[in-house]
């Protein structure tokens, strides 16, 4: 999956000065002030916070042209692994880049990376404390398992599908929140909350969440429905396989899992619906935001012992930096006016695909908005960028093999119907079709009929 001259920059003893051993919660901390920052998504019902590190050149800011990504662990607070090789992922990228590795320094300085080790603390706490018994704070405190607290967007997608409403009265993607958990008849448990509220803040391109108990990675859709693979299958196979092909031992899974389940025949990778269906995360961040999301587990034993962490963090190492670099596989440009001005939450259309993306809508200290990523696999691709008030326009964009996202910006121009509708608007007219010219009614004038 990684040409020669990455790995030959990676040449590092994969436990050089790195701390194995299970952290407590309290014990996150910032290191390379330079290139990190640590903030709060949100606290737990116990009052516990849900700490992010960020890792870039810049931290703190959105730049325009620059993806982030996401890796989140510890949904089930029983499951360790995933946050001890965040936690592990952290000290790695902060040593690599003080020591100049090219392969570390690309990344953090053209990446935002985002890493939450815990979303689930209080849990994560009482699993600690009893060293991890196989059940006990796999769920939150009120009872809930957080991956299955999100709204289910694919049922009001698929039923507009179903009535051919999509995408003239429904979208294809940023379907908004059901009115039932917007006005509290369903409840959302506070840290799912959170991570919503985190997701829709941030422009987020790619992401994991890290689990246990199978060793594979799942991707969407999550839930089943006749077909069951999203219009990116393509994309979300290969961003799993970049996973479980650069791990030392995942494809080795034969069929069957930790608890004798049919799973996998040494690909490393499923679906979800035609595995274990769920309402999950996965869908809902791919449904209402730009972010593709995939599970990744890990293994089957949860919480594995200290001694055991260095030969995890050998197993996965070279997974978890591959897949960050997925991140930048597709198309990135910025949608602007004719004067140059950023055109926030304008609309990208690939071709053939039925599932749009937004622009970005914040203005930051070193970002105006207006830019986006797609990813995508190598190929053509006609490509469409809308706004309201302005001419769509499309483009050619062709997508290498080469490491890097393809540029492929637009400028859209003010759209004549929507100064026509103003006018009609003004003076007191329905702005409708637009009528033919008296001449031309009732004849069928067209090309070729000298007209």
Not at 273 to 279: H, I, L
Request: hydrophobic letters at 35%; aromatic letters at 10%; glycine letters at 8%.
């Amino acid at each position: 999956l990684l040409s020669g001259s990455y790995r030959s920059e990676n040449e590092v003893n994969p436990s050089d000065d790195l701390d194995f051993r299970h952290h407590n919660y309290k014990e996150m901390r910032q290191e390379c002030p330079n290139i990190t920052r640590i903030y709060n998504i949100g606290k737990s019902s116990q009052g516990l916070k849900m700490y992010a590190m960020e890792i870039s050149d810049n931290p703190g800011e959105h730049e325009s042209g620059e993806p982030e990504f996401r890796y989140t662990a510890g949904l089930h607070g029983n499951e360790a692994l995933g946050r001890e090789l965040l936690l592990l992922l952290m000290q790695f990228l902060c040593k690599e880049y003080n020591d100049e590795n090219p392969r570390v320094r690309r990344l953090v300085d053209g990446v935002r990376i985002h890493l939450v080790p815990s979303l689930n603390p209080d849990a994560y706490e009482l699993a600690y404390e009893m060293m991890g018994n196989w059940a006990l704070g796999h769920w939150t405190e009120e009872g809930y398992d957080i991956f299955q607290n999100f709204p289910d967007l694919n049922s009001i997608l698929w039923g507009a599908e179903d009535r051919g409403w999509v995408p003239r009265i429904v979208p294809n993607h940023h379907i908004p929140l059901p009115e039932n958990f917007l006005n509290g008849s369903v409840s959302l448990f506070p840290v799912t909350k959170a991570i919503i509220s985190w997701m829709q803040r941030n422009p987020f391109v790619l992401g994991a969440n890290l689990q246990g108990g199978e060793k594979l990675v799942v991707y969407p859709f999550d839930m089943q429905r006749p077909p069951i693979s999203t219009p990116d299958d393509a994309m979300f196979r290969w961003l799993a396989m970049s996973y479980a092909h650069s791990h030392l031992t995942m494809t080795e899974t034969q069929r069957g899992s930790c608890h004798g389940d049919d799973v996998t025949a040494g690909q490393g990778i499923i679906n979800r619906a035609s595995w274990k269906p769920v309402v999950g995360m996965n869908d809902f961040s791919y449904l209402h935001t730009n972010c593709f999301e995939l599970s990744i587990f890990l293994g089957c034993d949860k919480f594995p012992h200290e001694s055991e962490l260095p030969l995890e963090w050998e197993n996965n190492r070279e997974s978890l930096l591959s897949f960050i670099e997925q991140v930048n596989r597709g198309i990135k440009g910025v949608v602007r006016d004719v004067e140059g001005n950023p055109l926030p939450n304008a609309t990208v259309t690939v071709e053939g695909i039925r599932h749009d993306i937004l622009t970005s809508e914040r203005p930051t200290l070193v970002a105006v908005g207006g830019d986006y990523w797609r990813l995508l696999n190598p190929g053509e691709y006609r490509v469409s960028a809308k706004a309201d008030g302005y001419t769509p326009q499309t483009r050619l964009c062709l997508v290498g093999y080469d490491s890097g996202a393809t540029p492929c910006s637009f400028t859209l121009a003010k759209s004549n119907w929507d100064r026509i509708k103003q006018i009609m608007a003004l003076n007191g007219k329905r702005a409708g079709r637009p009528r033919l010219p008296p001449e031309s009614q009732g004849t069928n004038a067209g090309p070729g009929s000298g007209r």
